[in-house]
C-alpha cells in the first residue's frame, strides 16, 4: 500500500512564490520516478514536471513552467519538492503528486496519485 501526501497549497498573489511538497509512506520512495501534475476546472489534468532517478536524476518540465518552477527530491529521500516562483493566475490548479514505476510523463501510467494540494494565485 503506496500513500502520496501533498502539501504546501494556498492562496497567493500574482508574481508571488509557493513551495509544494510530496511525502511517501508504504513503500520506497527513490525507487519510483516523481512528477507533478495539475488540473484546472474544466481542463484535463495536464503534465507539469518530473524527476527520476536515484540521487536526482533528469527533469523534465512542461513549457508554461519551464524557467519558473523546480522539481526536487529532499534530503529525506521519501519528499519531492516544487518550488513555484512568479506564479502567474493560469498557474491555478490544483496540483497531484504522481509515482511510476518506470520514466513517464503520461498521466495513465503513473501508478500512485495524491489527492491534490489546491494552488489559486490571484491577479
Known amino acids: 500500500q503506496v500513500q502520496l501526501v501533498e502539501s504546501g497549497g494556498g492562496l497567493v498573489l500574482a508574481g508571488d512564490s509557493l513551495r509544494l511538497s510530496c511525502t511517501s509512506s508504504g513503500g520506497t520512495f527513490i525507487t519510483f520516478f516523481m512528477a507533478w501534475f495539475r488540473q484546472a476546472p474544466g481542463k484535463e489534468r495536464e503534465f507539469v514536471a518530473t524527476?527520476?532517478?536515484?540521487?536526482?536524476?533528469?527533469?523534465i518540465y512542461a513549457d508554461s513552467v519551464k524557467g519558473r518552477f523546480t522539481i526536487s527530491r529532499g534530503n529525506a529521500k521519501n519528499t519531492v519538492y516544487l518550488q513555484m516562483n512568479s506564479l502567474k493566475p493560469e498557474d491555478t490548479a490544483v496540483y497531484f503528486c504522481a509515482a511510476s514505476i518506470a520514466p513517464t510523463r503520461s498521466r495513465e501510467s503513473m501508478n500512485y496519485w495524491g489527492k491534490g494540494t489546491l494552488v489559486t494565485v490571484s491577479s
Open positions: 524527476i527520476g532517478g536515484r540521487n536526482g536524476g533528469t527533469t
